[in-house]
T-cell receptor
Framework: NAGVTQTPKFQVLKTGQSMTLQCAQDMNHEYMSWYRQDPGMGLRLIHYSVGAGITDQGEVPNGYNVSRSTTEDFPLRLLSAAPSQTSVYFC??????????FGQGTRLTVV | SQQGEEDPQALSIQEGENATMNCSYKTSINNLQWYRQNSGRGLVHLILIRSNEREKHSGRLRVTLDTSKKSSSLLITASRAADTASYFCATDKRTGANSKLTFGKGITLSVRP
């Protein structure tokens, strides 16, 4: 049972480039979320989804897009990377209103 | 804005001592959860307490919830060096079928051997 899998683990982008952070879970969880973690800021919610075809914005959605075409996958797209998006990104999933399971994170640097 | 605020920001104790961490939040919640993060890793769930519960235990962990004061505390008894990590509280707020899990900034716990 893999749980929540994020790829890649590390990425360096140039300003203006676009990329997709992948997140997949094999627990059939309906809820999936993306967070970013910055020093001194804790985890901030970017986007979340309560099921396939349904997404909503969190605290810091600007510059990011998401879609949820399947229960398993919840990719996060950076449209035009900026240095302010340098961060560690975590994907999480959960069943209903229970505990969340986190991936190992993607460390992104935008130069 | 972030819902939960942990206190203190950093805590350093000797192995064998108890560690108490606090979390305050602003709006009504459905449940509150505590997570742990080791350096460079993802978060791991520790314990969940529902809004109609006042206290919960899990091994060396004890969590309390006071909804009238909008606060929670996490007690780790008989701490070990391996408990060194960051600890986060997260509030679960439901709106219809939606549920948002919002985290605080975290507490850095150092347990000295």
């Amino acid at each position: 049972n893999a749980g929540v899998t994020q790829t890649p683990k590390f990425q360096v982008l140039k300003t203006g480039q676009s990329m997709t952070l992948q997140c997949a879970q094999d627990m059939n969880h309906e809820y999936m979320s993306w967070y970013r973690q910055d020093p001194g800021m804790g985890l901030r919610l970017i986007h979340y989804s309560v099921g396939a075809g349904i997404t909503d914005q969190g605290e810091v959605p600007n510059g990011y897009n998401v879609s949820r075409s399947t229960t398993e996958d919840f990719p996060l797209r950076l449209l035009s990377a900026a240095p302010s998006q340098t961060s560690v990104y975590f994907c999480a999933s959960r069943r209903g209103f229970a505990e969340a399971f986190f991936g190992q994170g993607t460390r992104l640097t935008v130069v | 804005s972030q819902q939960g605020e942990e206190d203190p920001q950093a805590l350093s104790i000797q192995e064998g001592e108890n560690a108490t961490m606090n979390c305050s939040y602003k709006t009504s919640i459905n449940n509150l959860q505590w997570y742990r993060q080791n350096s460079g890793r993802g978060l791991v769930h520790l314990i969940l307490i529902r809004s109609n519960e006042r206290e919960k235990h899990s091994g060396r962990l004890r969590v309390t919830l006071d909804t009238s004061k909008k606060s929670s505390s996490l007690l780790i008894t008989a701490s070990r060096a391996a408990d060194t990590a960051s600890y986060f509280c997260a509030t679960d707020k439901r709106t219809g079928a939606n549920s948002k899990l919002t985290f605080g900034k975290g507490i850095t716990l150092s347990v000295r051997p």
